[in-house]
């Protein structure tokens, strides 16, 4: 899978970093970032509630 | 086996149960039952973008790429649930039609309530579905001056939206501090100096005695006995939960669906959402919990227990979560800050409106506001579902 942000609409909520923290990351520079965006199938259910629980839609997976 | 499954509410809630039923495997029927004629849409920009303009009501509707084609869904829109027979496990709706279930998802959230005795008029609205919004939004093109009762976030996300829109803003509130039972009083005398320096006109501790106009809004009338003249009123003190067609149902119901932690309102019967009340493990009481995150998380919950069954479900534990765009801030608010007994602000400050601010109730950290600091959020939400204790949670400031 291939994880894909849409940074035009992240909204800085921090959702995905609490669900997936090996995949996404708040910087120190305030800008969200994909720290893998190609994780391992182990990670998928964390991926996956990143994606559901995004306030703005901004994840999306790509098989 | 399970061969049939009724959510009724096509809201976030709901939706997000059918998509787990779905990546779960359940490929039984899946019925979603829905009295408003769209498809699930997202609320958080009703108040905001889509008041403002600068989103177009078709962008809130969720799966706009993916559509439904994948969640081979029984979509019912545009006819209301009006009761349901836990013995036969049917629901009946209000054009005559039934839906039969193997399990029952309840989701069919809140309204916003009305001032009580208040008469129907142009100019008089409230702010919760799609159509109230489009509404309000065709009301705001004409309008110059606006009343807005209730200075709730959804309130003070329409002052904001409608200060940007160049509109003169009253609002009305009955507390004496606008968001005092959520919030330390310090912050909410902050979020109410905001919007005074925004242009907003705040009329704190008084209460709206009657609309003034009569085919059409031309203001309200105080408890002080003073008026405040206004093209359009909106009316924002609070929702209630859309319960009563289960009133003859047997289940307990009480400012909301009652349930237990599985987010069973009775065998084989769950509930998600602004309509539910689910014991939650974090704080162990069982709140309704009017957050977008909530409704996602217990309609997902929802779902997995639904098809895990009694012996094999899961007990609800979650963090609430909340946030309010206004003007230029985002406000981002985790936990639970009612009988709080100490809040420090950790980072930041007031005079700058851009803070995080820590709360404690006994030796527990309990509550974080964080106004324009995403980043120190996502610390703090880890500490607070860890349950740590009020000196960890000021240690780590210290680490920051």
Partial sequence: MKVVVDLNLCDLHGLCVEAAPEVFEIGDDGALHVLNETPEQGLRASVDKAVRECPTGAISIEE | ?400
């Fill in chain 2, 1 to 400: 086996m399970l061969r049939r499954i009724v959510i009724v509410g096509a809201s976030l809630a709901g939706l997000r149960a059918a998509e787990t039923l779905r990546a779960r495997g359940f490929d039984g029927e899946l019925t979603i039952i829905g009295d408003e004629p769209h498809r699930p849409y997202d609320r958080p920009p009703l108040s905001k973008q889509v008041l403002q303009g600068s989103l177009e009501p078709e962008q809130a509707f969720f799966r706009q790429k993916d559509g439904y084609d994948a969640l081979a869904l029984d979509m019912r829109l545009g006819v209301r649930a009006t009761s349901v027979d836990l013995r036969v496990k049917r629901v009946t709706l209000a054009d005559g039609t039934w839906a039969d279930y193997d399990r029952l998802i309840i989701a069919t959230g809140a309204r916003a309530r009305s001032i009580p005795g208040m008469t129907p008029r142009a100019g008089l609205l409230v702010l919760r579905g799609l159509d109230d919004a489009l509404a309000l939004r065709r009301e705001l093109m004409n309008a110059s001056h606006v009343a807005i009762v209730g200075a709730g976030f959804i309130g003070l996300e329409v002052a904001a939206s409608c200060r940007a829109r160049g509109l003169q803003v009253t609002v009305i509130e009955a507390l004496p501090v606008p968001l005092s039972p959520i919030l330390a009083p310090t912050l909410c005398e902050m979020v109410a100096a905001m919007h005074r320096d925004h242009g907003v006109e705040l009329r704190t501790g008084v209460t709206v005695s009657d609309v003034i106009g009569e085919a059409r809004v031309a203001g309200v009338a105080l408890s002080d006995g003073s008026r405040i003249g206004a093209d359009v009123v909106v009316v924002s003190i609070g929702v209630t939960p859309n319960t009563e067609w289960l009133d003859s149902s047997g289940l307990t119901l009480d400012n909301g669906v009652v349930c237990d932690g599985f987010g069973q309102a009775s065998p084989g019967v769950y509930a998600a959402g602004d309509v539910a009340r689910v014991v939650n493990r974090w704080h162990g009481d069982s709140p309704r919990i009017e957050h977008w995150t909530n409704a996602v998380e217990q309609g997902v919950h929802a779902a997995e227990n639904a098809l895990a069954g009694p012996g094999a479900s899961t007990s609800f534990s979650s963090v609430p979560y909340f946030w309010s765009d206004q003007y230029d801030r985002k406000i981002q608010f985790i936990g639970l800050a009612r009988r709080h007994d100490e809040m420090v602000i950790v980072d930041g400050s007031l005079a700058d409106r851009r803070l995080v601010a820590l709360f404690r109730r006994g030796d527990r950290v309990v509550a974080c506001l964080a106004v324009n600091q995403p980043r120190a959020l996502i610390r703090y939400r880890k500490l607070l579902a860890a349950g740590a204790s009020w000196e960890a949670a000021l240690s780590e400031t210290g680490a920051s």
